[in-house]
């Protein structure tokens, strides 16, 4: 496993169209940078890893459980297990997003 790249060495994973994903982790640790352009949908869904997401630019109009509302930069959003959530992109937007444990779906993608 390489321990130190750049991430423009890495070819960023597509989520879903307007999506790219660069997910990045180890055994107990992972990072998602996300580009988002414009008017992209995130599904609603959920997953059995916890979620904290963190707006670095854009914004994103935000569905979780019951609740709509807006982020943006600055702005972090804590996602418990398994709860359903979902977004749209109102700008071309820049995200992080930490899973615990890692998502090892997105890592075995961007693997192969």
Not at 102 to 109: A, M
């Amino acid at each position: 496993m390489k321990l130190r790249f750049r991430l423009d060495d890495k070819k960023p994973l597509v989520m879903a169209k307007g999506i790219n994903g660069l997910p990045i982790g180890l055994e107990k640790a992972m990072i998602n940078i996300v580009e988002l352009e414009p008017d992209s949908v995130i599904p609603v869904h959920s997953h059995p890893e916890e979620q904290i997401s963190l707006i670095i630019s854009g914004e994103l109009e935000f569905e979780m459980g019951d609740d709509k509302f807006r982020l943006g930069p600055g702005e972090v959003l804590l996602i418990p297990a398994n709860l359903k959530h979902g977004a749209k992109s109102l700008k071309k937007t820049l995200a992080y997003d930490c899973f615990s444990p890692p998502r090892w779906d997105y890592l075995e993608k961007i693997r192969k």
